[in-house]
């Protein structure tokens, strides 16, 4: 049933984000992904400091210091993917208020078209193994972390299909390729849940490591998006939907534990 749970939690989060990508006009996609990108990192940031480490401690089989190592040497591993372009996040539009010079967008999607795809698959791949190790510790963990996910996909693959189609491909066909990059996260749920269900003992540090994950996007992709001057009201909206990332995480996980959840 677990297995069951995480097919279908990798296959919404790896294609639902690219069919609302397709369905979304430019106004309203202007309009939406600068409010994702703030729940996003409300979302991804509680998600990790208050859901995914706290189970990683309470379960009891590591030492502190261990998985703050782990922690540390998370965030380094995919700071270091990233500068590889294998974990690459593509969340600039043209317009967007970034001070690039004219189809600055077009010029650098043409370099980089197939290194985006290959890019977001492997990223696709870690969300899945990071969504099989949620579910293997607990169904209300593994939820939590798949919406965590879909939230900060859907700029993601908005982003990643403008480049696409900027680059040369017609809008079915980066819409098509993407779809495929997003099952990419089906194989790491898949794969995850196989090696990761014969290794309880290390489930404390698979934690630590998709919690490194989170942070890492939150504060090396999306908040830096977010540090230019603002109107005021512009200013309170964003912070705003941040705090209702917060609230969301935190008011599911008050709900689990008074309902009795446990390991």
Not at 86 to 110: I, K, M, N, P
Request: with cysteine; glycine share 10%.
């Amino acid at each position: 049933m677990i297995l069951t749970y995480i097919v279908a939690a990798t296959l919404v989060s790896g294609t639902l984000s690219v069919l609302l990508a397709a369905t979304l006009t430019a106004p309203v996609l202007g309009r939406l992904v600068k409010h994702l990108v703030s729940l996003s990192t409300g979302v991804l940031l509680a998600t990790a400091l208050l859901h995914m480490l706290p189970e990683a401690f309470e379960l009891h089989t590591a030492e502190p210091s261990a998985l703050f190592g782990m922690l540390l040497a998370g965030i380094l591993f995919f700071f270091l993917l990233e500068k590889a372009e294998l974990y690459r996040h593509t969340h600039h539009h043209e317009g967007d208020g970034h001070h690039h010079h004219h189809h600055f967008d077009v010029e650098q999607a043409g370099r980089g078209g197939m290194v985006v795809l290959v890019g977001d698959s492997i990223h696709n791949f870690c969300d899945g193994v990071i969504i099989a190790g949620a579910f293997l510790v607990s169904p209300e963990l593994g939820l939590t972390t798949a919406v965590a996910i879909l939230l900060h996909e859907i700029p993601q693959e908005v982003g990643d299909t403008l480049v696409l189609v900027s680059a040369g491909f017609s809008l079915k066909r980066a819409l098509a390729y993407n779809a495929l990059s997003g099952l990419a996260a089906v194989a790491g749920g898949v794969i995850g849940y196989f090696v990761m269900g014969r290794l309880e003992a290390l489930f404390p540090y698979f934690m630590v490591v998709a919690a490194a994950s989170l942070i890492y996007v939150a504060v090396a992709d999306l908040i830096p998006q977010m540090q230019r001057r603002l109107p005021w009201r512009e200013l309170l909206a964003q912070v705003a939907w941040i705090g209702a990332g917060v609230l969301l995480i935190w008011a599911n996980r008050a709900l689990m534990h008074g309902s009795g959840h446990g390991h």
